[in-house]
């Protein structure tokens, strides 16, 4: 059963992830419903825990947190997870765990003033203290995209191809159904001589 109900769901939270600090007022003209009832709808995403929060969004260099860094991790033994995810919880540097498939055990996401603040974290923290076997650290040098917004968008799934091409999501939706595919590109022939 899906937790977001209907469009008027998929608007609202999507409406929210752009503008979280928007009135009742104008999320319900938004949606097309009253202020009381915006937020009735906004009370039951919560209840059903598809808004877990709100927060503000800080930028990382303003704040003074420039350096990220994705850190694979890998444990030495089953035994040291328990205390590694503990530890993992309370430290203020990494923001994202992840157990992950393949040859690293976790990926967290780390963000820190400068490499003076990533080398304990590395050295002592998680090598020397958290039973963790090695390590494999990527300092990112730009970052292209980072959201927190997820594709609820009312469209479905013709919304992702139809902001992908600049196109409505109806446009898009007929093209996919009436269009014929694309011709393929031809090498040019060899000249004759």
Sequence with gaps: MPIVEDSIDSKALSHLMREGRASWADLGTALGL?????????????????????AALPDPDAAGFPVLAFVYVTLASQSARAPFLKAVRAHPLIQECHHVAGDDDFLLKVRCRGMRDLDPLLSDDLKGRLGVARTRTTIVLGTVKETVALPVDPGGADAGTARATGASAPAARRRSRTSPPAPRARRPSPPRG
């Design 34 to 54: 009253s202020a009381p009832a915006a937020a009735e709808r906004v009370r039951k995403l919560e209840e059903r825990g598809v808004i877990r929060g709100y």
